[in-house]
């Protein structure tokens, strides 16, 4: 298995259709719920085991996912309210190094991330097609991306962390 992507990596070719990004909409609206059960009850040195040999700890995983969450939260609003808005990228690697990422408990994170999901899967589930045709420039990646397209990538981007977690569990016998 490949620690990095347990999942594999997020692939989509061709149209996205109402039924699928309803899916994936609903993936990000139980995404908060399914995290705080797989770190219920962990010690802080399960907390602050990496997921692989160089990766991040379980801790900074689920502060990454509140910074990563954000950030798309804002993209979206960007994308919704401009006309192709170039956003910012960030230095993901950087903030999950800050203080607050490597010593907080995770369950601060994961009571923003339960009201960010639920505000954010409110926007998800109210906009209108032509909205989700709506896009934003990527200046890392030079890519112009469409938020019908970017809710799969988030999507995914809960799925792959909490794979992190969850094999990293197995392997350890902590489940």
Do not use: C
């Amino acid at each position: 298995m490949d620690f990095r992507y347990p999942i594999g990596t997020f692939e989509w070719q061709g149209e996205i259709t109402r039924e699928q990004r309803e899916q994936w909409i609903s993936d990000i609206a139980e995404l908060p719920a399914l995290l705080a059960t797989e770190i219920r009850g962990l010690s802080d040195e399960q907390l602050d085991t990496p997921y692989r040999e160089g990766g991040w700890t379980i801790r900074q995983v689920v502060h990454h996912l509140a910074d990563s969450h954000m950030n798309s939260f804002i993209r979206f609003k960007l994308a919704l309210t401009e006309d192709r808005p170039t956003i910012r990228p960030y230095y993901e690697d950087r903030w999950a190094e800050g203080a607050d990422a490597r010593l907080l408990h995770p369950e601060v994170s994961l009571r923003l991330l339960e009201s960010l999901h639920e505000r954010w899967v409110f926007l998800l589930r109210t906009i209108s097609d032509e909205d989700y045709a709506r896009d934003f420039y990527h200046p890392e990646s030079e890519a112009v991306v469409r938020l019908d397209y970017n809710v799969g990538v988030y999507s995914w981007h809960g799925w792959h962390h909490l794979a992190h977690i969850r094999t990293l569990k197995e392997r350890k016998g902590w489940t």
